[in-house]
Nanobody
Framework: QVQLVESGGGWVQAGSSLTLSCAAS????????MGWHRQAPGKQRELVAD???????NYADSVKGRFTISRGSAKNTVYLQMNSLEPEDTAVYYC?????????WGQGTQVTVSS
């Protein structure tokens, strides 16, 4: 089992920056990929960014150049640095940890960007 706890969400104005953090516990050695998904009101959940255990990153086109995903030195944490936030980035952001046995999800953290 893997448990994921997010932090760092909040309310900001457009153009601002925000950093989300996610800490994994439990069977963290099984995690191959950590990342972030988001779900805006009335929309499907979508991938924002993810990063493999070897550091390969992947971003949604809508956030490329604005968001940066990274993992902590202990490998059980993942961060999402979000710059130049737009109202369209408003969503609940979920941390994920993918293993060979399934994908685990955090409870989500709300990010609200006002224009």
């Amino acid at each position: 089992q893997v448990q994921l706890v997010e932090s760092g969400g909040g309310w900001v104005q457009a153009g601002s920056s925000l950093t989300l953090s996610c800490a994994a516990s439990g069977s963290i050695f099984r995690i191959n990929v950590m990342g972030w998904h988001r779900q805006a009101p009335g929309k499907q959940r979508e991938l924002v960014a993810d990063i493999t255990s070897s550091g390969i990153t992947n971003y949604a086109d809508s956030v490329k150049g604005r968001f940066t995903i990274s993992r902590g030195s202990a490998k059980n944490t993942v961060y999402l640095q979000m710059n130049s936030l737009e109202p369209e980035d408003t969503a609940v952001y979920y941390c994920i940890g993918a293993t060979n046995y399934g994908t685990y999800w955090g409870q989500g953290t709300q990010v609200t960007v006002s224009s």
